[in-house]
């Protein structure tokens, strides 16, 4: 996640390479990022990459797995002040345990992005600590928006904004494969299937936004109704109509539904 939101600000020209340290353990990763031109690349944070970070960079972002959280916030703690502004992506850590591992009047957002920010289409949210400032959050919203759409939301939102928007990139490539697969079964090429259900899928979305495809700003949202494009697209007796009755006979609407709201509960348990 950490990989692609640093390509995606590069990207979107938000930051340039020499602006970016890094602290990365893996030595294949560190290649990568030394490719794309990341000068400041630093090594395991528990073992002084943290303190290389803290003093370089005025915004840290963390992006290790939550499981390894507390060990980094330990390493991070001793360097870190109230001049930095620190944004955690990983699932379940709440901004408690964040303020509390790195000291009285840390600034500190957690923030749930998606990997399609790799290429400026992540669906980001964030919530906000107790010590930030207005310019903190305008920072958090440049940045974010950058590579994609973003929402502040309440902080109890995020574990729901994991189990949808965090982990949803997931479960749409499931539905572009599976739908692809059944293009191949109705006798298309294998390629053709799946140029033809990934643009599918992200034309849709977009229609979703209205003719325009929205904005990245969440205060400019102006959505369609799903149900009513749907309704727009199955004509009596035609062919939509015939496939919608399908996937609703094998429950795929339930199905989603408790995929979100079971990985919403595991990004709870996570946390707990
Ligand atoms: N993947 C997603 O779609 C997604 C979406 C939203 C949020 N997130 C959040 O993003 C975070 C990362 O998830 P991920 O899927 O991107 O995991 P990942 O690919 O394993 O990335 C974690 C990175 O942290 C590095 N790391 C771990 N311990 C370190 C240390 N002590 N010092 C320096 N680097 C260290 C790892 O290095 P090594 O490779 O050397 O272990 C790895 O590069 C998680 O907290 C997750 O909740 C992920």
Redesign the pocket.
């Known amino acids: ?4 939101l640093i390509r995606g600000f590069l990207r979107s020209k938000v930051s340039s390479p020499g602006r970016i340290c890094v ?4 030595v294949e ?1 560190q290649d990568a990022l030394e490719r794309i031109g990341i000068g400041s690349i630093f ?5 002084g ?2 303190k290389e970070v803290a003093q370089f960079s005025s915004v840290i972002l ?5 499981q ?2 507390t ?2 916030l330990q ?1 991070l703690a001793p360097h870190v002040t109230s001049e930095h502004l620190v944004i ?6 709440t901004l408690q345990t964040l303020e509390s591992a790195l000291g009285e009047g840390v600034r500190v957002v957690r923030v ?4 399609p920010a790799l290429v400026q289409c992540g669906a980001s949210a964030y919530a906000l600590g107790k010590n930030v400032t207005a310019r903190d959050a305008d920072i958090v919203d440049l940045l974010l928006s950058s590579v994609g759409f973003c929402i502040a939301v309440e902080e109890k939102q995020l574990d729901a904004v ?1 189990g949808l928007s ?2 949803g ?2 479960y749409v490539y499931l539905m572009i494969e599976a739908m692809a697969d059944g293009g191949v079964m109705a006798g298309l090429p294998r390629e053709t299937a799946l140029a033809l259900a990934a643009k599918t899928v992200a034309g849709a979305a977009q229609m979703v936004f209205g003719d325009d495809g929205g904005s990245n700003s969440s205060s400019a949202l102006g959505m369609v109704h799903p149900g009513v494009l749907k309704d727009r697209v199955a004509s009596p007796a035609g062919t939509t109509i015939a496939g919608l009755a399908e996937l609703e006979s094998s429950g795929v609407r339930g199905a989603f539904i408790r995929a979100v709201s079971r990985a919403a509960q595991r990004a709870k348990e ?1 946390g707990s």
């Open positions: 996640m950490g990989e692609a602290s990365v353990r893996d990763r090594g395991d944070a528990t073992d990459g943290s963390l992006c290790t797995k939550p390894a959280m060990e980094v390493s955690s992506v990983a699932a379940g850590i749930m992005p998606n990997t994991t965090g982990s990139p997931a996570i």
